[in-house]
């Protein structure tokens, strides 16, 4: 308004000149704010543990979805400093369950020493490759979604069911103050779920994969007791005498299940898998152990792995009978890291085949993208979804991510530009067929 004065003796060239400087800064403007600069932006925060800046993370989400416009926002905490982000894009019939996409906060830390570019630099290489700690586990899907809304957004698409995103925190630690908390919310009750997506792993290959379940931890301890004496004897029960046998039964244990999978019977994750993680015993001085005395206890502690349809009744009868008995005075703990079943009492697991409507919907999604499915899989590890498949919502874990090396905690994570544009793509398709179809019970 201030220059009104001159604007009576704008002349052609002037005009050429401010439209070309309007060009020019619209050009910059979409230089400095593409989905790509906007993915590298919330990279930079960092959420790693074990000090992950949550708040940064949530007020950069809440202006990207200020920023696509007709998003509500809400934050909640079931554990102090640690918020929840819960965004949502309404439906035009909000009484129908809606559609869940899920993505964690934060990552797991890293060694920036062991790094090319530094873990939170978000630094974009001349061949595309964008570095930085969370960008396949699991940052990318989080601003996968909120793209692909702002796209449809742009495309005038209304979604028939409300489209829901959960940002949780401390998934990496293993959701309690999370996702575990918020399926048991009134909040979450009232979201009235249908089907979720949750993230999965990157591909190698050409074909995205998917999972449907994931495996269950356990944490298993097993303590030997035996006589104490000298080193020089031999005599029988002693405590690592006892704790031994143990370790030799757990491992043929593990060898009948690896043998499985080396003849190509079953992948990885389709069986149960027992690592020895620590052992404990002797007893110290100052300089190591004292090696002329048979310590009186002695302790190993396995990470045992359960599929989702190991009965664990029968998995506890056989560690108690086999792998710890209590006439070997050996004894055991499980310490079982998130649950089992379902509220009904069923596996934890996604039907991928024709009893779920959702799963076809899902499939043909990708497909008219023009993409591939792999064989649906379990996740060797385990993700937040088991919170959501324990109240009986379907839930697949999936990250459009194919042609890339899994870099899932490792040093040097990276993603390139065209896989993640590609997978905006994606969610694209996913979004609009999901929050379309209206033809499931429930
Ligand atoms: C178990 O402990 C008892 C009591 O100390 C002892 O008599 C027995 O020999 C031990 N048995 C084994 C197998 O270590
Ligand atoms: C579909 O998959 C579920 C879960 O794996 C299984 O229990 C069910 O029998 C299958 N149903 C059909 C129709 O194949
Ligand atoms: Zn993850």
Not at 201 to 208: P, R, Y
């Amino acid at each position: 308004m201030a220059r009104a004065t001159s604007q009576c003796g704008l002349s052609l060239i002037h005009l050429t000149l401010l439209l070309s400087s309007t060009l020019l800064s619209a050009t910059l403007e979409e230089q400095n704010d593409n989905p790509i600069t906007r993915f590298q932006r919330y990279l930079q925060i960092n959420t790693a543990h074990p000090t992950p800046d949550y708040s940064s993370a949530v007020s950069y989400l809440i202006s990207q979805a200020n920023s696509i416009g007709g998003i509500l926002h809400k934050t909640l905490e079931f554990s102090p400093g640690k918020p929840l982000l819960l965004l949502t894009w309404p439906g035009s019939h909000s009484s129908l369950p809606s559609i869940l996409l899920n993505s964690h906060l934060d990552s797991v830390p890293a060694e920036s020493s062991k790094w090319t570019h530094p873990p939170f630099s978000a630094t974009r290489t001349s061949d595309g490759n964008i570095f930085a700690r969370g960008a396949q586990d699991d940052k990318c899907i989080a601003m996968q979604y909120l793209e692909a809304i702002r796209n449809l957004r742009n495309n005038n698409f209304v979604p028939v069911r409300s489209v829901h995103i959960s940002l949780v925190p401390d998934e990496e630690v293993g959701g309690f103050a999370g996702a575990a908390k918020f399926v048991e919310s009134e909040e979450f009750q009232a979201l009235n779920v249908g089907f979720a997506l949750d993230e999965g792993q990157a591909s190698v290959g050409d074909e995205f994969r998917v999972f449907y379940a994931d495996r269950i931890p356990w944490n298993l301890k097993i303590k030997a007791k035996g006589q104490p004496g000298h080193g020089s004897k031999l005599y029988d029960n002693s405590a690592m005498e006892n704790l031994m046998k143990s370790v030799e039964v757990v491992s043929r244990f593990r060898e009948s299940q690896f043998d499985v999978v080396k003849a190509g019977k079953a992948m990885n994750s389709e069986v149960v898998s027992v690592n020895p993680v620590y052992l404990k015993a002797g007893v110290p001085t100052q300089d190591g152990f004292a090696m002329n005395v048979q310590p009186s206890e002695a302790e190993a502690g396995f990470d045992l792995r359960l599929t989702p349809t190991t009965d664990p009744e029968e998995m506890k009868r056989r560690i108690a009978a086999e792998w710890a008995p209590s006439v070997r005075n050996v004894s055991f703990e499980i310490i079982e890291k998130g649950p089992i079943r379902d509220y009904l009492g069923r596996p934890l697991l996604t039907a991928t085949n024709d009893s779920n409507p959702w799963w076809l919907v899902f499939k043909q999604a990708i497909t008219s993208v023009g993409e591939k499915l792999s064989k649906p899989e379990i996740l060797p590890s385990t993700t937040d979804a088991r919170y959501l498949r324990q109240k009986g919502i379907p839930v697949l874990g999936f990250s459009p991510m194919k042609n890339t090396p899994i870099l899932l905690h490792d040093h040097n994570e990276h993603l390139r530009d065209t896989v993640y544009m590609k997978g905006i793509q994606v969610y694209e398709s996913l979004i609009s067929s999901l929050s379309s179809f209206t033809e499931a019970s429930h």
